[in-house]
Every structure is written in C-alpha cells, then in structure tokens.
C-alpha cells in the first residue's frame, strides 16, 4: 500500500520501486577476483575485487575459512578510488626544470631503463657499488616485490631499510621471545571468554589494530574489563571501563612500579615464576652470564639452579622446585638469582617515586597492580606509543617481569603483545644472488648521517644515486635535513602510483603497477591465512609491477638472467621456509585454494605443549643473559640493558620530575608533539583519496583548548608547530581529549596538503640509540603560535 | 509484507566510517554527496569527547534515512515523489521530484542530500552498483533497492568492522533483527516527532 501526501495525483498510473532503479549502468558482464589490501596499516585484508566490463567497480571483504577474520575498512573500499585515481601515473616521465618545480616529459621505457642503467653503471665505476642506495619504504606487502633484491644483492648497492618499530621489537625479542616482529600473540578469538582483564598500553587498537578491535569488544562482552592507559583519551579509551592518563613515556616506571607491589605484595605465581621464567638462573657477578655445568667440575650445559629440597646447585632439568631468592658462592664462583636481581632492580620504583614520574596516583598504582596480579587472566596489549620515543625499549622489557611474575602468559586470554600477527615470511635465501654478492643494509635512522659524512659505521660509503619508491621524504625523520641531502644526489629514481612528498624531487618517475594489476601472494598482517593475489585487471596505462621493472633493469645490466619467473620466485620463497613447508604450502596449492592458514589452530603463544617462548632459554628472560644491539652498533653497553630502567626520553622531557630535570630545550619548546596513526590512512598512504578527504580534510593540531588558549590560540585557527628542525602549519582543532602539554597531529598528510607546504615530518629527528636504531617520531619537543605568514 | 529495519549496537559501533564508506561507493555517489553519515557524540569537534581532561566521553552515531513509518518528508512533498513504498522503504520517485527540497527542511534528521550542480563523480565510471544520479532533485539512503532486489543486503551491512549492524524484516520474528533486540535495550531517535523511525539504537 502507498501512503502518500495529498497532492497531485500522478499521471502515471501506480509508480513502483522498480521505476527508482532505471537509472544504473547496465554493465553486462561481472567477474569476482579476490586478492588483498596490503598497505602498512598492517590489517590486510582479503578481498573481492569485483570487476564489470574489464573495469573495477568495488572492493568488498572476502569470505576466509574463519569468518571470524573476515575484514574491510574504510581505507579498503576506496581502492576503486586508488586504481583510478586520476592523478594516477601514466607513463615514465623526466624532470625538465629544477628539482621540485613540477615539470615533466613523458618519456618512453626504453629511454627510461637506458638512462637509469646507464647512470648507475658510471656511479658505480666511479664511486663503488654502494653509491647505488635504494630505500624501502613499507606499502606493498607481497611476496613479488622482494624479488629486486636479488638484483640489488647483485650490484652490491646499499639498501636502507626501515628502523621503525624496533625499540618494541628489541623489547620483546630479547624478553618474551617471538615468532616474528611483534608476533608474541595469542589468537585474538581466544581472548574472548577468557581474559578477565584487557589492558590497552601505549596502543590505539581502535584505529591501529582496526579488525582486531572487534575481538576486544567480543571480549568485554564476555565480561572482560577494559583498562587503557595513554597520555591522551584516545579512540580506544572511549571503550574503556577505565582511562589512566600518564606522562609521555614514563610507562617502564609504572610497570617496575606495579612489579614492586606485587612482589611486596606476594601475589605471585609461583609455578609459573620457577618453572617458566629464569627467576631460578644463577647470573655470575663477574660477568652477568647464567651460571651453568660447564661453568662447575663435572661438564654439560645446562642451567644451574638451586633445588630447594636438597639445597644442592642442580642442573635446572632436574629440578622441579628451585630456588629463586638469594646469593650464593658455588665452586667459587658468586652468584645472584635472576629473580633477586630483578627484585633489587623493581624496589627503586616505589609508589611515591613512581608517581612524581607517571603523574598516576600511587593508589592507582596499587590498583593497577593487583588487578593485573590477581585479576587474570590478563592481556596485554601493546603498540608503539612508547616506541617512538628513545627509552621505549625497556618497556616490553619491564612488561616480561610483569608477566613472568603473575603468570599471565601463555594461556587462553593472558598475554603480553603487539598483538599484530606479522606473517613473516623469510625471503632471504631466494633473494640471494647467483654472483655472491650482498648488498649492504644502513639503518633508516642513520641514512643522513652516512649521506652527510660519507660514511656508514665508521666505513665509507658514499652515495651519489638514490632508487626510491613509496615516501621517505614524507616517513622518516628529520624532513628538511633529509631532502637537503638528497638533492645533493646526482640522480634519482622514484617509482610509485602518484605523485607525493618524494616523487616530486626525483629526476625520472617511473609509474608502478597495483595491487589488483599483477599477481603475487600476500602474507597476514593481523590474521593467519597467506593469500593469493588474483590478477584483475591488466597494468593501467604503462604502469608495471615493480618487480618487472627491475627485470628491465637487469636486463640492460647484464644481470637478466639473474631474475627467475614470478612462479620460480614464489615456489622458492615458499620452499625455503619450513613452517611452510611443514604445512604443505605451495603455490599450486595456494592459487587453488585462495587462501592457506600459516598458523597453527588457537595459537596460544608460549604454550609449553607447542613450540614454549622462543627465547635463549626457552623460558621468560625478564634478566637477559647476554643483551646486543639489534645492528650491532659498537656504542651499545650490554651492562645496563640485562633489566629494564626507567629513564627519561632523549629531547621530550619538559618537567622536571623523579629526579630527572627538564630538557632546557622546553624552554624554548614546551609541548609534547605526537604524529598519531589514525585509520584514515597508513603512514602516507591513501592521503589524496577524495573520499576519505571528504570526511577528514585536512592535517590538524589536536591541542587542549587550556594550552590554546594561553598561546592565543581559537578553535579553527590556522597555527605555525616549530622546533630548531623545521615547521608544519595546519588547522588547530580544540580536543580535551588532550592531557595539557601534550599536542598530536592525525599524520598521513603530504607536504602540499598543509596550510602552506610544510609537514609534520620537518619536526622529528634522527636521534637515535644503540639498541635497536629506531626511529623515534615522537621524541620530540614543539611550540605553536597562531600562524602570521601569507593569506591568513 | 515485509517491513524492513535497520538494527545498530552503538556499544560496538566504533565510528570506524566503514558502513558509511560502503554507501558511498556501493551507490556510485557523487562528490560531496553522502547517504549514511557516522557522528561523533563528543565534543565540539570530529572525533572529539565531551568534558575536561581526564573526564571524558565519546561514542558514535551512524546516521541515514531512518525510514520512517510515519515519514515528515512524505507529508510535505508536493508531488507525492517521495512516499512510503513496499517494504518499508521511504522511496524517491526521480522523475516526479521537482528539487523544491521542502522534504529536507521537513526531515529532522538531515538525511536527505541535494545534487545542487552538475553531478561529479569520484572516478570516471560508475562504481558500486553503477547508479547514476542526477541534479536537481533530492535523493537519500534506499536500503539499497538494487541489492535487496538481487537477494543481497545493503552495503552498509555487508561486513561492519564491529559487528554492529543488523538488517531485517521486522514482521519476521526470526530474523536477525528481532532476535538481537529481544535481549537488549533500545533506542530511536527523535521518537518525540513522531516519525516512527524503522532504525533501532542498541544501547
């Protein structure tokens, strides 16, 4: 029945809905691919590729073996938008003008590959091979890609790789173990039912962990609490039962806090601490080592412990209740428990200490402590927060004591991780190359330095071409020092689907093909299945994959014969990793199936009956034996990192607290800066697609209206953010989700997309240390005022 | 005959824009057109809470044509264009539409869009399920007429990143709809006006 108004009565008789949908495109024929989203946000997603009349109209979330997994974002639904993008690039092109001034030629392949060849072989003649760099920049993560490396391995180049991540890596690989970068976790579905207490800390899984967000609140739902403690209310703690505001980086203090408690508290797990942990391990005092058989008369190599029933030093094997308390001499040698070295460690952090550092309330301390001790199963989740700053690798660090402590690892709803399943994919072997050669790999962190000096650990390096491809003008740090040195290059090379911050400097642009134009196999971000990457439609315009780029290239150098059928390169990468092959993953089988689990079912990482922690040891190593530098840097001090220690980050420190006395630099720069991962884009991904700019349209500075204010600052305003290294002028947006002294930008916006070209990126710096190089974003201390330069 | 309704959980509607990412490509819609809109329940500004530092709230809102049993804009249209059709779907006849908009000043849910210019697309073809629009005329959210009539469900439902949508025929006690809302509370929005929206608000 019609309801209707009562006006004119249509002349058309009864109008039906079907009359609504006269108006579409009839296309006749409709295929379904399916392949994978794959940019750095670290979720990829398997996808149905749906495309009519040759041309792709939709992307939508492909069925997997556990629908459970099943996911799409708003990111993913707009690839039409990314293939199609109408800036999408068409042909080689050659800068005529300067550098940066926006003038292309299009240019043929041939012309293209002669000239780069060419150039590459004079810097090589001339300077060495390493004078070829070539960065990596994350957005394409698929098996083929990787197949350059058999040519750079070829030529010797030097191949910077991204330092991003790795204080978290560090942390946890030297501590808890893990299969992979940040794969420590548990399966997410097993928290649900399971864990009693979710802890969010220094993460955002909301924006970050995007399609395991639903996991967490499937959780809750079973009657999980929720804690999140952040310096800012992020996404994630609007969900939160409770938010726990923290100064920036201070989270290893509130950890060997909470260790202390417990300890005084004896809410410990005993079992778990003896038999899974090296609390037991007797470190020697002369040189911090695990005293072992071999150490005693009598010869082995196992660990030695003491038996708590003979009070007899025992090789730990045969030992099922050792001591963990105390220091004793055995055959001369003086030793320390591991637990009671950590125990001495944790005492300094005592509840009044503790807060003057984390500005949490030593109740809330108190509280945090015994809910995680005694209210598990618990997970923890961790991100990155406390990574982008120098000390944030002692955090995952201080979190193993927590876990080996209470137990709280290892079982369904208890665990400590990143919480991102890398499905990591060893491509080392079939990227070697068949003359012998390597290239040599520099630290992302280091790559100014070695462009500025000329050399790379104390070795000359000299770079005169640069191959690049993704943003790392626009995604590693210290923006106006890096560009200034890579204009210095003779030549440059970009390769990517549209302009950005990079290609806009390089001399030859070169247009690459997506996702959805090739053929690969794609590996997990946070799920378990390898996927097979449907080719659906043909390279757009001249566009190629990147890897057949590098075929050319080869080709002219002499190397053509070097590079293997995509085929040959798959089946040998699948080959070459056992945990593959140990499931009967091949290429045949995975193009038949679509998509192959990598992992076991309901992986409990940890899990004794499995493959236990992936440690030295086999157990936690909340003390660890022998600590080194992830790049082996020489100014690395083994002596202080075998516990964690809080101490304050290298620039962002603005208020002197817990003995620790302000950077003088805050005088000049008072306010946190942190350059937020936001779901709207992945590092620098999916910044000028026009659907996701209708909604969020520009760079903003996130500031606590308190803070505007006293810097005369109205919401809306357009502001100048500034430090010695640079500025980025943007939006000022007031947000009380803002602690006071703490600013953010929401980054993934380019140079040409802020107020006046400018970018958050002109703000960070290279400094870096010796434990893992990273990259340390946010470290990094601002001042804004109210913007007084052209049109505003 | 089937009354369709819409079901969303706001307590794991994480305002991730997915669904209202979906209506815009899945409807092929223009430039600066959006059928489903995803608020934040905050403060001021997108994506901002409510309250002072640390005492703060912020939930989210996914907003479309409510398709309402007792619609404001059918009332009001002098063509009788728009009008409640069969399933429950609020319809929009393109034809009959003369784009006076009174509809959109009646409708207390800003639901409805108007293509004041020439139509631009986001890409040159037309995407989704290629339906092309016009200007002049008003349009809005239709449940996806084109996929419920194949069968599929509205590409806001297709896969939320939160499981927090829900899609039925209300007149069938045992489809999805009915059996999620048998357990939970509810809401609509703006029931004070009568409208008798067909989207519920788990809360």
């Known amino acids: 029945m019609i309801k209707g108004g009562l006006k004119l009565d249509r002349l058309f008789g009864k109008r039906n809905e079907g009359a609504i949908s006269d108006r579409t495109i009839n296309y006749t024929e409709e295929k379904i691919y399916r392949g994978a989203c794959r940019p750095n946000c670290m979720n990829v997603c398997y996808m149905n590729i749906h495309v009519k009349d040759g041309k792709i109209v939709r992307t939508s979330a492909a069925d997997l073996p556990d629908n459970r997994y099943k996911r799409i974002c708003l990111k993913g639904l707009t690839s039409v938008e990314r293939v199609y993008d109408p800036e999408r690039l068409k042909?080689?092109?050659?800068?005529?003008?300067?550098?940066?001034?926006?003038?292309?030629?299009?240019?043929?392949?041939?012309?293209?590959v002669t000239t780069i060849t060419s150039k590459w072989k004079e810097v090589q003649e001339k300077y060495g091979s390493t004078s070829l760099c070539v960065t990596s920049c994350a957005g394409n993560y698929g098996l083929l890609n990787d197949m350059r490396k058999i040519i750079y391995n070829a030529m010797g180049v030097s191949y910077v790789y991204g330092s991003s991540d790795q204080n978290t890596n560090w942390g946890f690989k030297y501590t808890t173990g893990s299969y992979a970068p940040f794969w420590q976790t548990n399966e997410p579905h097993t928290m649900v039912g399971n864990a009693k207490n979710i802890f969010i800390w220094t993460a955002n899984p909301m924006d970050s962990l995007f399609n395991t967000w639903h996991f967490i609140q499937e959780a809750i739902e079973a009657g999980a609490k929720l804690t999140v403690i952040d310096p800012m209310f992020s996404n994630s703690a609007a969900k939160a039962h409770k938010y726990i505001p923290i100064r920036p980086a201070t989270d290893t203090a509130l950890a060997m806090a909470m260790a202390k408690v417990i300890i005084d508290n004896n809410w410990i797990d005993y079992t778990f601490l003896k038999n899974r942990s090296v609390a037991p391990f007797l470190v020697k005092e002369s040189d911090g080592t695990f005293l072992r058989e071999n150490d005693l008369a009598g010869g082995g190599t196992d660990y030695i412990v003491i038996d708590s029933t003979t009070g007899k030093p025992t090789a730990c094997t045969s030992v099922s209740d050792p001591v963990i308390s105390g220091s004793f001499e055995i055959e001369g040698i003086a030793v320390k428990t591991a637990f009671t070295m950590m125990q001495e460690q944790v005492d300094k952090y005592t509840l009044e200490y503790t807060e003057e550092i984390t500005t949490i309330p030593?109740?809330?301390?108190?509280?945090?402590?015994?809910?995680?001790a005694l209210g598990g199963p618990c997970t923890i989740i961790v991100g990155f927060g406390n990574d982008r700053f120098a000390n944030g690798h002692t955090f995952p660090h201080a979190l193993s004591i927590l876990g080996a402590l209470t137990g709280n690892l290892a079982k369904p709803g208890a665990c400590i991780s990143a919480y991102n399943a890398h499905g990591y994919i060893n491509q080392n072997i079939a990227n070697e190359s068949p003359n012998g050669k390597r290239y040599t790999?520099?630290?992302?962190?280091?790559?100014?330095?070695?462009?500025?000096?000329?050399?790379?650990?104390?070795?000359p390096l000299n770079i005169k071409a640069l191959y690049l491809y993704g943003n790392p003008i626009g995604n590693y740090p210290d923006q106006n020092r890096l560009l200034k040195n890579i204009l210095e290059m003779e030549h440059i090379v970009w390769a990517g689907f549209r302009m950005n911050d990079t290609a806009r400097y390089a001399d030859i642009i070169l247009p690459a093909a997506y996702w959805f134009e090739m053929e690969d196999v794609a590996y997990p971000g946070s799920h378990v299945y390898l996927m097979y990457q449907e080719k659906a439609i043909e390279p757009m315009y001249e566009s190629k994959p990147d890897h057949e780029m590098w075929r050319l290239f080869a080709e002219k150098l002499g190397y053509g014969q070097y590079m293997p059928s995509d085929e040959e390169y798959i089946n040998k990468v699948l080959r070459t990793n056992p945990a593959l092959v140990k499931r009967g993953i091949t290429f045949e089988r995975l193009k038949k199936e679509g998509v192959m689990r990598m992992w076991d079912e309901d992986l409990i990482y940890g899990d004794e009956t499995k493959d236990g922690f992936l440690t030295n040891t086999g157990r936690v190593e909340f003390y660890i034996e022998k600590p080194v530098s992830l790049i082996g840097d020489p100014d690395f001090?083994?002596?202080?990192?075998?516990?964690?220690?809080?101490?304050?980050?290298h620039e962002a420190w603005p208020v002197s607290a817990g003995g620790y006395e302000a950077n003088e630099l805050a005088k000049k720069y008072p306010y946190y800066f942190l350059q937020?991962?936001?779901k709207w884009r992945a590092q620098t991904s999916w910044s000028y697609v026009g659907v996701l700019n209708e909604l969020e349209p520009e760079p903003v500075l996130w500031v606590n209206p308190v803070d505007a204010e006293a810097k005369g600052v109205k919401d809306g305003d357009i502001v100048r953010v500034f430090n010695d290294r640079g500025q980025c002028v943007m939006k000022a947006v007031y947000n009380n989700a803002m602690q006071p002294g703490v600013t953010a930008t929401r980054r993934g916006f380019q140079r040409d997309q802020h107020y006046i070209d400018s970018s958050y990126q002109e703000l960070t710096s290279t400094y870096t240390t010796p434990w893992a190089n990273n990259n340390c974003f946010f470290d990094v201390l601002v001042d804004f005022e109210v913007y007084k330069g052209e049109g505003n | 005959m089937a009354h369709y309704v819409m079901v969303i959980d706001l307590a794991r509607c994480y305002g991730c824009q997915t669904c209202a990412v979906a209506c815009k490509i899945s409807n092929n819609l223009p430039k600066g057109i959006w059928w489903n809109r995803v608020i934040t329940v905050g403060g001021n500004n997108f994506e901002t809470p409510s309250g002072t530092f640390p005492n703060l709230k912020m939930s989210?809102?996914?907003?479309?044509?409510?398709?309402?049993?007792?619609?404001?804009?059918?009332?009001?249209?002098?063509t009788g264009a728009t009008f409640k059709g069969d399933n429950g779907i609020v319809v929009i006849d393109k034809d009959a539409c003369i784009g006076c908009r009174a509809c959109m000043t009646a409708c207390p849910y800003d639901a409805r869009s108007f293509n004041q210019k020439k139509i631009e697309?986001?890409?040159?073809?037309?995407v989704g399920d290629g339906i092309l629009h016009e200007h002049g005329v008003v349009e809005k959210c239709t449940f996806c007429t084109q996929r419920i009539a194949k069968g599929e469900n509205p590409a806001c439902m297709e896969l939320c990143p939160g499981r927090a949508r829900y899609w039925g025929d209300l007149e069938d006690p045992s489809s999805e709809v009915n059996k999620v809302m048998k357990d939970r509370n509810y809401v609509r929005l703006l029931e004070e006006k009568g409208t008798n929206p067909s989207i519920y608000y788990l809360i």
């Open chain 1, 441 to 459: 790999s520099i630290a992302s962190s280091k790559w100014i330095e070695t462009l500025e000096t000329g050399e790379y650990r104390g070795k």
């Open chain 1, 676 to 678: 937020l991962h936001v």
């Open chain 2, 60 to 78: 989210y809102l996914p907003i479309n044509c409510q398709h309402c049993e007792d619609p404001a804009c059918v009332k009001v249209c002098p």
């Open chain 1, 362 to 372: 030593a109740d809330t301390i108190k509280e945090l402590a015994q809910t995680y």
């Open chain 1, 637 to 649: 001090d083994p002596s202080i990192t075998h516990l964690p220690y809080f101490e304050p980050p």
């Open chain 2, 121 to 126: 697309y986001i890409v040159e073809h037309a």
């Open chain 1, 91 to 112: 042909y080689p092109m050659k800068r005529i003008g300067k550098r940066g001034s926006g003038q292309w030629e299009p240019i043929s392949w041939d012309e293209a």
